[in-house]
């Protein structure tokens, strides 16, 4: 019965591993038959200027993230707890439609939002605040994607923290009541004190979905070759389309090696808490 | 039917660091339809030793043996549950929730390939012999209790298995409908005459339904034996606790008499210790206004603290009048009025010592 | 009114401004559609529309349908059979659990590993593969590449949904000498439809959104899914223009609307990746 799903689990782990192999070459436009160099290609990308920063934007974008998520998570989730339940869904639904668009799409609209005659800068004049030159400068370029990042994943976060708040015994909660506790006083010494399981799934999951964010950089960046924007799963794509293949199959190991190492206690956790229940 | 053979069974549980000897050399042997019960302290290996002889765990160490035959062995499962021709009613009776009570019945004919109107025929009559035919169409939870515990047990004889096993069948029932659900349950294994193996922490499922019964200590059988032997000769203190109600107080041992507090019982027989524990249970005792009561002996007098009332007994708790902390429970076929003093009656050829450990010494 | 029925409108309207602020984007998509392409470049994108028209929707339609048709032919196949197999695999890890754990942990761990692995790191060696199997460029071949990642993402989600049925009912089904068959279509299929729902619409909604895999895997335009054919209405730079609004709108409307719909279901898989099956 699992046999269909160990095939294409069996070929996802057989492309790693080819992906491996293309990495120890030194396979591209220049050198049409590889050869085998050991870690020389690895060296060769530590040495690139767009490998430096592909890894220092991903590091930003992905840590950045959590820093910022999970917070805001805590934030939203923790006022969310208090209100009526189909206020709440509601609420959580507007949180999590981005995540049900495609993150091409949204890296559309965003682009339009921040066109600085017509987009939210327009606004922001109408009201007499400072404008913001989204696009046209390197910081702000970065600063925009975090925007939108953020705007597009802090459901997640606002999700599994709720989840974890919802999970508290309610009659402890009660009994906090009873016992005059205030909003703040419950969420601060009861909500989030037992929201490790929240916190532990949603770092991951942020970590993972922004690790590989590759359409709205895409998308915004007007392709996979603007600077400002360059991710390493970018400057993988790049060096595939520029035909450095073993540079591009050696970012590949690199990036499945760091989202490897989330994944696998994020695996042995959710099979301890979700599947034996312990 | 077939006769079941458990020989030095062992089973541990590793959780985490954790490790649980849950069954410790557990040996018996329950003949060709004989019915045989397991009683025992919820957590103490009972429901484990049941799944072990139903194939569902994987014994540690030891033999299972159906008519001779072994069908598991250490760390192996030789013969699979499916294999075994076997009934297990749950706690929870596990009845599929998606399908009607027919289809729950019919499902373990369907599965051996029974035609069409066979599987019919048998369906209606067992359901007829248990008075469940009026909800064959509905669903699980549209029944009561008691009509779902009846299709549980429809579902483990419609197959005619060779051995039965019964997981706590009673213990979500309501009070009132368990001793009809037991006496059912114990007509149509007479009838059958079909291996029956029980499990349970309620000593009256134990009384109305098995035999013969063993009694699981942390993992360990510490007696078997027939019930009302079990029920009379208890070996320890635990035992004469899980087969009923029991009174243990501890009493000093003097010349001719064993006393506690103001209270007096008459003792000749040579022992080494001071201090007893003396078990009585409730209905081997009574109070009255009177000072003799045939067959019973006086032993001094005790105050009414508590009167209560269940299922046609009055349950009166009682004192020595000299020290509030030591209480009896008493059964009385009359109500007294807490507060009263009267005296307190025992048959002392019932009574049981223990000593200290809570190992029986006489 | 007492103190906390106000304390509980003050976080009311909190919660509303901040959800007004996450509406923006969507607002902003769907007013511009409907804008003229003058408008659209002339007036604020914040603004609705002065002069209501769909003519940019009849524009683009033209353009869009195709690859519309095309990512119904893809996502509607990937996510029913990545659901179907993907649950089965979920049943063999569960009921393997105890008897051979290092079976179903090793299991659990390639799937989350399948599930949550940039799937762009794959690019070279996917390629490669679809091309010497004669895929690169095809349904058949966009099916497979989203099947590699989305059939594991289904097991990972089943095997969360799956544990919520009683152990003691699958036990039960094997002692009703039951084979492994009838206890997954009878038993265990029927008790988590919900589940297979929430995976299912998750499944759908990620494959139609995705965006790298038809990027890389296709190269004729007859073939272009739905994200990429958006991209051609971009313009590049945020230059602004009503087609490109109503390309995004038809792009999303598919997945906007189930989310509508059946919002609670993707809402549930979303949870069940982090929760575990108890959800929101």
Same mark, same amino acid.
Request: net charge positive; glycine share 10%.
């Given at each position: 019965m699992a046999i269909p799903t160990l095939f294409f689990s069996g070929v996802l782990l057989y492309l790693v591993a080819w992906n491996i192999y293309l990495s120890f070459l030194n396979w591209s436009l220049v050198s049409r038959i590889p050869k085998f160099v050991g870690f020389g290609t690895y060296s060769y990308l530590l040495h690139q200027y767009f490998f430096k920063i592909g890894a220092m934007h991903s590091a930003i974008f992905s840590l950045g993230l959590i820093a910022i998520g999970n917070p805001l998570g805590i934030f939203l989730a923790g006022i969310l707890y208090f209100l009526p339940n189909k206020f709440r869904t509601l609420m959580v639904s507007i949180f999590l439609y981005p995540l049900a668009i495609s993150m091409a799409t949204n890296g559309l609209i965003w682009t339009w939002l921040f066109n600085?005659?017509?987009?939210?800068d327009y606004a922001l004049r109408l009201i007499h605040l400072p404008t913001i030159p989204w696009l046209t400068t390197p910081t702000t370029t970065i600063g925009a994607l975090f925007l939108v990042e953020i705007w597009a994943y802090t459901g997640l976060a606002v999700l599994f923290y709720l989840a974890s708040f919802m999970g508290v015994d309610k009659s402890i909660i009660e009994a906090a009541r009873i016992d005059k506790a205030g909003g703040f006083k419950i969420l601060f010494k009861i909500l989030i004190p037992n929201s490790m399981n929240g916190f532990i799934v949603s770092t991951a999951l942020l970590f993972l979905f922004s690790f590989r964010l590759f359409s709205l950089p895409y998308v915004i960046g007007g392709g996979p070759t603007n600077l400002n924007l360059m991710t390493l799963v970018t400057y993988l794509y790049y060096l595939f389309y520029s035909e450095f293949f073993s540079a591009s199959a050696a970012t590949s190991v690199i990036v499945t090696v760091v989202a490897t190492a989330v994944i696998i206690p994020y695996a042995l956790y959710g099979i301890k808490r979700w599947i034996r229940r312990e | 039917m077939v006769k079941v053979k458990v020989k030095d069974l062992t089973k541990i549980f590793k959780k985490g660091k954790n490790i649980v000897? %849950?069954?410790?050399?557990i040996s018996l042997e329950v003949d060709d339809g004989a019915t045989f019960g397991i009683l025992g302290e @919820?957590?103490?290996g009972k429901t484990t030793l049941l799944r072990q002889i139903a194939g569902l765990e994987i014994p540690t160490d030891g033999y299972i043996y159906f008519d001779e035959k072994v069908v598991s062995a250490p760390n192996k499962i030789i013969v699979e549950p499916e294999n075994r021709n076997i009934s297990l009613v749950f706690?929870?009776? %596990?009845?599929?929730?998606?399908?009607t009570i027919y289809d729950n019945i019919a499902f373990p004919l369907k599965n051996i390939k029974m035609p069409k109107s066979e599987i019919d025929k048998r369906v209606t009559e067992i359901s007829e012999t248990l008075n469940i035919k009026q909800v +064959?169409?509905?669903?699980?939870?549209?029944?009561s209790g008691g009509q779902m515990q009846r299709a549980a047990l429809a579902r483990a004889l419609v197959k005619n298995p060779k051995l039965l096993l019964l997981d706590?069948?009673? @213990?979500? +029932?309501d009070a009132q409908i368990r001793d009809s659900a037991r006496a059912l349950v114990r007509k149509i294994q007479k009838e059958l005459s079909l291996t029956t193996i029980i499990v349970s922490h309620d000593p009256a499922d134990i009384f109305s339904i098995a035999e013969d019964a063993g009694v699981i200590v942390r993992g360990k059988f510490v007696q078997i034996g027939n019930v009302s032997e079990l029920y009379n000769n208890p070996i320890s203190e635990t035992v004469s606790k899980l087969l009923g109600d029991i009174n243990t107080v501890e009493g000093e041992v003097k010349e001719k008499a064993i006393v506690i507090g103001n209270l007096a019982i008459p003792f000749d027989k040579k022992i080494d210790l001071t201090e007893v524990k003396v078990g009585i249970r409730p209905e081997d005792m009574r109070i009255s206004q009177a000072e003799i009561i045939k067959n019973y002996v006086n032993i001094g007098k005790v105050k009414v603290k508590v009167s209560s009332y269940s299922a046609g007994i009055f349950k009166l708790i009682v004192s020595p009048i000299s020290d509030e902390s030591i209480e009896f429970s008493v059964n009385s076929e009359t109500h007294i009025r807490s507060g009263i003093e009267a005296f307190l009656f025992i048959r002392p050829e019932k009574m049981k010592l223990f000593d200290s450990n809570g190992n029986r010494i006489m | 009114m007492n103190s906390r029925l106000i304390k509980y409108i003050i976080l009311e309207i909190i919660a509303i401004i901040i959800a007004i602020f996450w509406l923006i984007p969507l607002y902003s998509m769907l007013i511009n559609g409907f804008k003229t392409n003058f408008e659209a470049t002339a007036t604020p994108v914040l603004f609705p529309p002065k002069v209501f028209t769909i003519s940019s929707y009849i524009t683009v339609w033209g353009e869009m349908k195709r690859p519309l048709i095309n990512s119904i032919i893809i996502a509607i196949p990937v996510a029913f059979i990545s659901t179907i197999f993907g649950e089965m695999a979920a049943y063999f890890f569960y009921v393997t659990s105890e008897r051979m754990p290092a079976v179903s942990n090793t299991g659990f761990s390639i799937i989350s590993l399948a599930t949550f692995i940039?799937?762009? $790191?794959?690019l070279l060696p996917l390629i490669e593969l679809e091309a010497s199997w004669g895929l690169f460029n095809s349904y058949q071949g966009l099916i497979f590449a989203l099947l590699i990642f989305y059939m594991p993402t289904a097991a990972l989600l089943m095997s969360i949904f799956i544990p919520?049925?009683?152990k003691y009912l699958i036990e039960a089904a094997r002692i009703d000498k039951a084979s492994d068959w009838t206890v997954f279509w009878k038993v265990v299929f029927p008790l988590t439809i919900p589940g297979f729902l929430a995976t299912m619409i998750f499944v759908f909604i990620e494959s139609w959104n995705n965006f790298f895999m038809p990027l890389v895997l296709t190269s004729s335009?007859?073939?272009?899914l739905i994200p990429v054919a958006e991209r $051609?209405?971009?313009?590049?730079?945020?230059?602004?223009?009503?087609d490109s609004y109503a390309a995004a709108v038809i792009a999303s409307i598919v997945p906007l609307v189930v989310f509508i719909i059946l919002g609670r279901y993707f809402i549930k898989g979303l949870a069940a990746l982090g929760g575990g099956a108890k959800g929101v």
């Open positions: 600085l005659h017509l987009g939210v | 000897v %849950a069954n410790d050399k @919820s957590g103490g706690q929870n009776w %596990a009845l599929y929730p998606n399908m +064959l169409k509905h669903y699980p939870r549209e029944v706590e069948p009673f @213990s979500n +029932l | 940039p799937y762009q $790191a794959t919520v049925i009683p335009p007859s073939l272009r $051609a209405f971009t313009g590049g730079y945020g230059t602004l223009y009503n």
